[in-house]
């Protein structure tokens, strides 16, 4: 199993950037996947999910209306748009999949098995 997060990058306030994740190893289709964020000195963040069944999707309140997250089954790969980015929005981001979703749309990081290696983002001027 392997996902493999790129697209980071040094933005200035107000830019955008796209995160990618490419998925290998196991049936992407029937997993939900999400982006997490782990700011320096903090605790690693829910940022946003989309689940396997009908692409339903949640949000931190922090990143509605800026993110925006889709996927590709094709491809294997989910997406982060990510508009109007702000310092707070420095971390490094992780991609993860779990096997929870349906009509279940999951936020907590312990329903994730799987995770890539992250890829950081720094919003600065």
């Known amino acids: 199993v392997q996902l493999v997060e790129s697209g980071g990058g040094l933005v200035q306030p107000g830019g955008a950037l796209r995160l990618s994740c490419i998925a290998s190893g196991f049936t992407f289709s029937m997993y939900s996947m999400a982006w997490f964020r782990q700011a320096p000195g903090k605790g690693r963040e829910f940022v946003c999910v989309?689940?396997?069944?009908?692409?339903?999707?949640d949000y931190a309140d922090s990143v509605k209306d800026r993110f925006t997250v889709s996927r590709d089954n094709a491809k294997n790969t989910v997406y982060l748009q990510m508009n109007s980015l702000k310092a707070d929005d420095t971390a490094v981001y992780y991609c993860?999949?779990?096997?929870?979703?349906?009509?279940?749309?999951?936020?907590?990081?312990?329903?994730?098995?799987?995770w890539g290696q992250g890829t950081q983002v720094t919003v600065s001027t």
């Open positions: 993860a999949a779990s096997t929870v979703g349906g009509s279940l749309i999951p936020t907590s990081p312990t329903l994730y098995a799987y």
């Open positions: 989309i689940n396997y069944k009908e692409g339903g999707t």
